[in-house]
């Protein structure tokens, strides 16, 4: 029995499938791929896999993670073949350390406006200036309800540039708490003089531990 | 692109409009001649979910030079959002515009789908009536078992497939290319019609009413060498029937009265055994599924079905995948039978007794006893189940009081049957009742019954609710309303077509889905039209009275 770890994106298409969703369609994938999953015993048997970060519907990574356990030690060469579009499994190897030790990850959010190009360039310094202040306070939803908190401290190195749309790279703690893409809608919701944007796009690029080294 | 990302940021289930899930079809469109927009009129997970649209998708799809893609009905908030957005109707792999397509083809398996129908042609942008449209417009045509009464659609469909679809779907659709001059022009409708209109199977209503023909419908005789999908899209997101599905058989041995399947399906064909289990086992590895549903109207009336159990569950069981058996009837189940389903998972049972009362089971030709249902509840019971669902309707011909109160007869025995065979009584025990109300079908010996009305059914409800004693016993009833409409569309003559537009106009979507359905919009579509619905819905028809539907032979 081996404890496989896959490093893979869920682009695109595949961004539309929620969390729950997507447990059984790599389960389906992994499957017909032939591999030969480990299951539980027990009157509903099911098989051993969990994915590192839970993403939001909408949201793309390039920096997905999950453990899967299965008889042989090794995923088929051509396991790719096997899944819908828009997932792709990058690496695979075996790893010791825990999941629950991610603490950062890196985003690249893109924020679009039907604006001119110049009144974008004075928006994108008045986001930077409301994403690096020193309070953020939201109304967030956690498992015990929605309470006021302070995100500030869980957002870092932050960075704005303005090219075709607004581009936000910062890093957002992954867990207790996890600042996810409802948070950043949410900064929107909860600051009136601050236009929405008619779409905000988000991608993970890559995970951290609390070190600010690479999550492997 | 970036506009549908927008809107599907603002949507809920997004990924019922994205397509891309494994094993979808996508082919280069420079390359093909034809483009067929297959259209269900529901939402994505009930489309999918359809056994005859995968088989469409499927044998289009092997035809090199058609690319056949999947449209489904767009639930309310898509529905703004693409209007808003001025956004025509898209195919899920390509996100070109239907209206562009040379056929647009939709499978109607119900009444209550039609005003999805319409607002389907119209967010495609296409005109609602046959008349309104012309040669750049797509050919619009129709199948599924809403043909066995077209009459109420006629005005919007071009064409319609009587019977089994898969194999004259091949033929109109190589006709088609035929008439086209070029690959990127539609070919021209007139002259197609007129040549399909010969074909078995097929009605075409600007040609066909003006002369009286009778339409024979398509069968397709031989399953075991029919088309079977067995490399099929695995949604990614989760569909009502989340498995893989084998038709075991078309057609039924029996002929319940009321029912327009087992009338309208014969004759009786069956896979068999070796093809079913080949085709099993493919669909399985080429899907990753872990279940097999084994469908036909009465699975239980399949002739090797322990043969084909146990051919299956030897590949099975050592891969965690499991046995569903729907549509088992009191009367051929078994212990067998049981074990087998058991082995791997256990799933509720449901039983269909339809009548409370041996008489008017007789009378309707349902074939179960009393005996045989208790029997095949005992030994659910005595297997560890702790779960039955019973089916009943209320208003069937000749039904009294009697006959009502003999359905919560049947539950109490059930009840007792339980107390008496399980081995373990402090699980307790669910026995859930459903009622729905009787809808006379054409082509079936009831097509010419009343429908009881609305409040007659309520009546039937509560003198049932009232003689049901126990808390074990859940009763749910179906609203009558739907039924009701249903009831008129099923048996509609061409007047209805505006009535439909009418109810569309007024609003009316997904009338399947009880929180959608409005009556009252129906009824104003009605009175809008100058038409009583209980002509249609709850009145008798006369001995003499030619019916509508009669030119259909089926
Ligand atoms: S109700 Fe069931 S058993 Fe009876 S005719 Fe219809 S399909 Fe066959």
Redesign the pocket.
Known sequence: MYRIRCLYSKKDKAAYISHLDFMSTIQRSLIRAGVKLIYTKGFNPHPYISIALPLSVGVESECELLDVEITGNSLPKNINNFMPDGVEIHRTYISARKLSNIQWVDVFIEFIYDFRDDEKAKYSKKLLKLFSADSLIIDKKSKSGIKSTDIAPFIKDVNFSCEENIIMTAKLSAQNPTIGYNDIIQVFNQNNDIQTPDLIKMKRIAIYDKDMILFK | METIEKILAKVQKPARYTGGEYNQIIKDKTKVDVRVALCFPDVYEIGMSNLGLRIIYGVLNNMENVWCERVFSPWADMEEQLRENNIPLYGLESYDTIKDFDIIAFSLGYELSYTNMLNMLDLAGVPLKRNERNDKNPLVIAGGSCSLNPNPISDFIDLFVVGDGEEIIVELVNLYNDLKADKDEKANKTKFLEKSSILDGVYVPSIHDKTNTTISKRVVKNLDTAFFPTRTIVPSMSIVHDRTVLELFRG?????K??Q???TEHPVRSRSVETLTKQGIEAITNSGYDEIGLLS??TGDYKDLSKLCDNLLKWCEPRKVSLSLP?L?ASNFNVELLKQVQKVRKSSLTF?P?AGSQRLRDYIN?DITEGELFDACKLAFENGWNSVKLYFMLGLPTETDDDVLAIAKVAHSVLNTWREHTNNKKRGVRITLSTSCFIPKPHTPFEREEQISVKEYLRRVSLLKNAIQSKMITYNWHSPDQGYVEAALSRGDKGLGAVIEAAWRGGARFDSWSECFSLQTWLNAFAECNLNIDDYATKKRKENETLPWSFIKV
Not at chain 2, 252 to 256: F, G, S
Request: one cysteine or more; proline letters at 0%.
């Open positions: 039924c041995y029996h002929k319940c009321f029912c399947a087992g009338f109207l009465s549509s009837r269909a339809e349902k």
